[in-house]
């Protein structure tokens, strides 16, 4: 079985410049989310998806990031325009259930690293 | 907002026991989690916890919780130098939902 898949797999760029990452689920996983890991921190989730749906974007930068998983299945996660302190691995990840299921495991891509300069 | 900590460093010896504390906030998790991630690579699922729980053991690894102090701790059974990596305790509610992970926990293991 593939696992989930990213790219590319780094990505540098200046300030204020606009970046899109690429997520590839696992095949039939309903859940997809998107977390932030900037060095020396855990994970931190920025987006939730449920098929194409988001069932929570709490900690998402609206102002700067955005994000949309059509047909329920490849995502994409945008930062325009990105700052200094969005670099960081962003790190896809996903999972078979949905928020009605009981344990869930989440199954981790390679991430991205982005340097903004 | 809710929170996830963890000690920065562990050094043990190879052979000992290592031992990995975590506390958390939100009394609402139902499963406690344990990663592994070595090096350019990325997250590893070691094991979990269903919060009604209060212990599992799977081969080197126990994980223990104390759900009234919220506390959990991984524990490796003779430690060897390829568990050297970062842990991290993570946390949510049902269906993988509200995620928090701490900030992970570097074991160094020496020869």
Known sequence: EAGVAQSPRYKIIEKRQSVAFWCNPISGHAT?????????????????????????????????????????????????????????????ASSLGGLLSSYNEQFFGPGTRLTVL | GEDVEQSLFLSVREGDSSVINCTYTDSSSTYLYWYKQEPGAGLQLLTYIFSNMDMKQDQRLTVLLNKKDKHLSLRIADTQTGDSAIYFCAASKEGGFKTIFGAGTRLFVKA
Do not use: H, M
């Open chain 1, 32 to 92: 997809l989310y998107w977390y932030q890991q900037i060095l020396g921190q855990g994970p931190k989730l920025l987006i939730q998806f449920q098929n194409n749906g988001v069932v929570d974007d709490s900690q998402l930068p609206k102002d700067r990031f955005s994000a949309e998983r059509l047909k329920g299945v490849d995502s994409t996660l945008k930062i325009q325009p990105a700052k200094l302190e969005d670099s960081a691995v962003y790190l896809c």
